[in-house]
């Protein structure tokens, strides 16, 4: 799948702004999800357009509103510029500018990168997947962590699961499960023990190069909205991305095949990963990434706390992802 060149503007020098809406026409779009602080609209091609509260910020596809209508509409209207939310017009025109590129000109090394994870370690919630920064294959360790280990509690390895079932996902609706079955070998084991052995199965997979079945592993593979393997292919995809834009790595076709593989059935999966796959980055999550590849330690927790509103892990789990991304295989990307 076709993805987009990774621009490289100059630092201060700003980046045109995508337009709230990505390349919609005029249109109708159909509630798909409500949330506290948004509502989230999709169109016949399965594009979402999201109507977000001002904490939520910018980001692909977003249009900020000072309030959310109740009820929601079923339905909202694009027409020449404007979108009509029941008997309210947004002019598109009057939103914020918002830069998606995060202001990180220099790659981080492998030191600030270690720092970095060891800053936020202790606010990672039960059941985020942590314990896959802890190793590559080979039983090299992925980010240097502390040699207590990643959970806080003295053990390596993965933690306790929670106590939850799990599956995979595919349809796209909040808390349902598709119920795509976990791999026949992982049938003796407890569901979540299965699971997390899924998990570091893809991840694995991913950072020792062979993106295709790591993204085949961690596809859907979760609960909720969105899975947990998807948030860790976000998070990858945006490393890659940024990558592109820094150092001029060779990644574009790498992006181009996870987001083919990743795709699905889950439109709002499908938002977030074409987003990552373009380097388009969401406003918490580039505040995150620029305080985390700068070295802010003052500004990487405080930056790293709102993510964790996001979904019952995957903020957290992007950030697994996107951590996992920083030190690619050679092997990636030609």
């Known amino acids: 799948m076709q993805v987009a060149d990774t621009p490289r503007t100059v630092p201060g020098g700003g980046a045109a702004a995508p337009p709230g809406v990505w390349v919609m026409k005029n249109t109708s779009l159909s509630l798909h999800s409500a949330f506290n602080r948004v509502l989230n609209y999709a169109d016949e091609e399965g594009r979402i357009l999201s109507l977000v509260l001002p904490e939520i910020g910018g980001g692909p596809g977003h249009v900020i509103v000072k309030r959310l209508p109740e ?7 694009l027409n020449e510029g404007e979108l ?29 990168i270690r720092k970095g994870v060891a800053n936020i370690l202790p606010l990672f919630p039960s059941g985020s997947p942590v314990f896959l920064l802890e190793r590559k294959p080979g039983g090299r360790s992925a980010t240097a962590l502390p040699a207590r280990g990643g959970f806080g ?19 796209g609706e909040s808390g349902a499960c598709g119920a795509r ?17 899924e998990l570091e199965k893809g991840a694995g997979s991913l950072v020792s190069g062979d993106v295709e079945a790591g993204a085949r592993t961690l596809k859907g593979l979760g609960p909720g909205l969105t899975p947990t393997g998807d948030d860790i292919l976000c998070g990858f995809l945006w490393a890659l991305a ?21 795709r699905g059935e889950n439109l709002i999966v499908n938002h977030f990963l074409t987003a ?48 996992m991304g920083l030190e690619p295989s050679e092997g990636i990307g030609g």
Request: charged residues 25%.
């Open 71 to 77: 009820p929601a509409p079923a339905l909202v209207v």
């Open 84 to 112: 009509i939310v029941g008997e309210e017009t947004v002019r598109l025109g009057d939103q914020p500018e918002f830069d998606p590129y995060p202001d990180v000109w220099e790659w981080p090394s492998s030191e600030t």
């Open 153 to 171: 509690n003295g053990r390596a390895g993965p933690p306790d699961p929670p106590e939850q079932g799990v599956s995979r996902t595919g349809s």
């Open 181 to 197: 079955a976990l791999p026949a070998e992982r049938s003796g084991m407890d569901f979540n023990r299965a699971l997390y052995a």
């Open 242 to 262: 940024l990558a592109d834009r820094i150092r001029r790595e060779r990644f574009k076709e790498t992006r181009g095949t996870i987001l083919e593989i990743a």
């Open 276 to 323: 990552a796959a373009n380097g388009l980055f969401f406003d918490r999550f580039k505040c995150f990434v620029e305080a985390f590849l700068n070295g802010d330690a003052p500004r990487i927790r405080s930056a790293f706390t709102p993510l964790l509103d996001i979904g019952e892990t995957s903020g957290a789990d992007t950030v697994v992802g996107f951590i």
